[in-house]
């Protein structure tokens, strides 16, 4: 059988021009959830479906779909595709993006080939997946499979104050679709693999059978602001150094415990924030993360009893806000056979691999089979303006997302 190609060059030219949408004065990219950018972004792919002969739909909480009802049971639970277009700050252009390019693209390519799947396709852009504005990530997918009500969704306040509702109805991306409306017959999210596992074995693709557990905390830490000249080491109450203590037990605790454990602090903030002030308040975030619940659960644990212990030593008042937490997720392991097999049918070598990050799959995965596809990332980089795929790979992922419908289809 001859073997089908998606259109390199359009998916090429879309990743391209999608990622120049969205750069701030500095030239970075900067497409946070249902900002401006994000607007300009979502209607390129709006446009983009519609080019392609899709329906575009969008529900409640931003969803942006394209569906395609050729299919020789167009009453069928469709085959989605998928992932997001909402970046980090500074991001590089292919996290999500891909995914819902690629996505596109597979579709486009059976439409024009005249080829009519036995069940109707559909590719999503799910609101929100980033987490960087309204927390948690993975806020579309999680509301349109019922992990979290649509009002409050809407409700959740980002880190600018901005309430993600409003914000919708001002990019006009406040949809009608309840969220759900399609229960797939099957997710699979293409995306760059954001580490450097594939690069590191010269491998072309992974076959991602699950994906890690993650935690997300905000820790607020209040001490007593005085005069960094006069107030002696042992009269202070000193937030900076409380949560400079912290960060530092994360680091060691997790590095020094032979497991898969990440502990991440990515935002800090002291108040009053002036240079001969001992802080009064640090605000910060910690992201854990471990594939295994129980251990993620322990380093939970481990933390909550360092930071009960360190209000007492430091003489500080310590609170913790839960922003996120999602248990591991296993895929469907029918699916990735699949995948497994349509990377060996192209003569590209694989691997089953775990995800480290988080994405829109594992909250499909409560509604229907999913599983996700991995194409190498140069250097393990990602959230950052270097995050780079050679293109080659990009169009071999898509076209092994291609040959992974197609074998949904027929199965
Ligand atoms: O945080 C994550 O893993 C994803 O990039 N939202
Ligand atoms: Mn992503
Ligand atoms: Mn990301």
Known sequence: MTQRSINADRLLGHLNALGQIGRDEAGRLVRLAASDADRAGRDAVASWMRDAGLQVVVDRVGNLFGLSHDAAEPGA??????????????????????????????????????????????????????????????????AYVGGLSVDDALATIGTDGSVLGAELQRIG???TAEPGFLRPHAYVELHIEQGPVLEREGLRLGAVE???????QRVTIDGVANHAGTTPMSMRHDAGQA????????????????????????????????????????????????????????????????????????????????????????????IVALIEAAAAARGLRSRRMTSGAGHDAQMLARICPAAMIFVPSIGGISHNPREHTPDADLVAGANVLLDTVSRLCAG
């Open 77 to 142: 639970a469709p085959i989605m595709l998928g992932s997001h277009i909402d970046s980090v700050i500074d991001a590089g252009i292919y996290d999500g993006c891909y995914g819902v390019l690629a996505g596109l693209e597979v579709i486009q390519t059976l439409r024009e080939l005249g080829i009519t799947p036995a069940r109707p396709l559909a590719v999503a852009a799910f609101t929100n997946e980033e987490g960087v504005r309204y927390a948690p990530d993975m806020l579309g997918s999680l």
């Open 173 to 175: 991306y406040a949809g």
């Open 210 to 216: 699950n994906l890690q557990g993650i935690s997300w």
């Open 243 to 334: 949560a400079a203590r912290v960060i530092t037990f994360l680091r060691d605790r997790v590095a020094g415990a032979n497991a898969p454990t990440v502990a991440t602090v990515g935002c800090l903030s002291f108040e009053p924030n002036a240079i001969n002030v001992i802080p009064s308040r640090a605000t910060f975030t910690v992201d854990l993360r471990d594939p295994d619940e129980t251990r993620l659960l322990a380093e939970e644990a481990a933390l909550a009893r360092y930071l009960e212990e360190l209000a007492i030593a430091e003489e500080v008042t310590i609170s913790v806000e839960r922003l996120a937490r999602f248990q591991p997720v296993t895929f469907d392991a029918g």
